[in-house]
């Protein structure tokens, strides 16, 4: 089992920036590829930033790309997404979760969640 906790989630006005954390316990969280999602009111949940397994690759959606960050404390067991330049768009609860195989990008792929932390960007 993996037990992961967000938080660094608020208000924040468009332009502006957040820096979510995800402590993580229980198993390896080495051998975990850990991984952001979101998810907006009415809609599904979806791919915001990844690690690959063993953290040598990063991914991210094109719609953050270049303005989030994802990176990760091993010694901590903590990652980070550092959010620049947020949008109204950008409102959601984000997740962070862990995988251990399964491709980067798809919800089914992980196998733990945490319980979330919203994320209001106003205009």
């Known amino acids: 089992q993996v037990q992961l906790v967000e938080s660094g989630g608020g208000l924040v006005q468009a332009g502006g920036s957040l820096r979510l954390s995800c402590a993580a316990s229980?198993?390896?969280?080495?051998?975990?590829?850990m991984g952001w999602f979101r998810q907006a009111p009415g809609k599904e949940r979806e791919f915001v930033a990844a690690f690959s397994r063993y953290g040598a690759g990063r991914y991210y959606a094109d719609s953050v790309k270049d303005r989030f960050t994802i990176s990760r404390d091993t010694a901590r067991s903590t990652v980070f997404l550092q959010m620049n330049s947020l949008k109204s768009e950008d409102t959601a609860v984000y997740y962070c979760a862990a995988r251990v195989a399964g491709e980067v990008r798809e919800v089914t792929s992980y196998d733990y969640w945490g319980q979330g932390t919203q994320v209001t960007v106003s205009s």
């Open positions: 229980g198993r390896t969280f080495s051998g975990h590829g």
